[in-house]
């Protein structure tokens, strides 16, 4: 079945630095990638979606010049958190767009900035 | 805008006591009803997928019905390795380039199945 490989599952930083999230489809190709947001009991927040090769979509309230996303291949898409700070703690998921209707999600990493 | 509000927000079973979880959508064209578990520290995983009114699926314990603003998921039976969030979402029609197909999640069920 499709496979979304996230890494790294965990990352603690220190205020006012990056950290890059991977996000890669092992067994297809992604032409489609979703980014989400999960604050502690509460449910999936779509942040971007990013489509190989071009820019990403930004939802509403989401800074672009915060979380940078980059859609290299049919395979990796990236999220950079730039100049992290406390509030910007959160798990991350990705998901990968298989097909038409087929949507499978990566494991999550769990970001503390400290 | 895509709206999905799921409930209850919590639920506590007992082992065997079987019971539904429900999830009321407003979408303009509905693509797709997903149903998710996702347990803690974990990204969703896949139930099913719901297209059309009065369609149904199954997996083990659990079942899923869709009708024209709703669907339930049923479990019948419960265990306590069910326990977990459970996420409806739906997908809407791509439009204008922009949608990109993406799922708009409820806020989720948390089931808890006592041994």
């Known amino acids: 079945g499709a496979v979304v490989s996230q890494h790294p599952s965990w990352v603690i930083c220190k205020s006012g630095t990056s950290v890059k999230i991977e996000c890669r489809s092992l067994?297809?190709?992604?032409?489609?990638m979703f980014w989400y947001r999960q604050f502690p009991k509460q449910s999936l927040m779509l942040m971007a979606t990013?489509?190989?090769?071009?820019?990403?979509?930004?939802e509403q309230g989401v800074e672009k010049d915060k979380f940078l996303i980059n859609h290299a291949s049919l395979t990796l898409s990236t999220l950079t958190v730039t100049s992290a700070h406390p509030e910007d703690s959160s798990f991350y998921i990705c998901?990968?767009?298989?097909?038409?209707?087929?949507?499978?999600f990566g494991s999550g990493t769990r970001l503390t900035v400290v | 805008e895509d709206q999905v509000t799921q409930s209850p927000e919590a639920l506590r079973l007992q082992e065997g006591e079987s019971s539904s979880l429900n999830c009321s959508y407003t979408?303009?064209?509905?693509?797709?009803l997903f149903w998710y578990r996702q347990d803690p520290g974990k990204g969703p995983e896949f139930l099913f997928t719901?297209?059309?009114a009065g369609e149904e699926k199954e997996k083990e314990r659990l079942k899923a019905t869709l009708t024209k603003k709703e669907s339930f998921l049923h479990i019948t039976a419960p265990k306590p390795e069910d326990s977990a969030t459970y996420l409806c979402?739906?997908?809407?029609?791509?439009?204008?380039?922009?949608?990109?197909?993406?799922?708009?999640f409820g806020q989720g069920t948390i089931l808890t199945v006592h041994p």
């Open positions: 719901l297209y059309s």
């Open positions: 998901s990968a767009r298989q097909g038409i209707y087929g949507y499978t």
């Open positions: 979402a739906v997908q809407a029609p791509v439009t204008g380039g922009t949608s990109y197909g993406k799922l708009t």
């Open positions: 067994d297809f190709q992604a032409t489609t």
């Open positions: 990013s489509n190989e090769g071009s820019k990403a979509t930004y």
């Open positions: 979408v303009s064209g509905l693509r797709g």
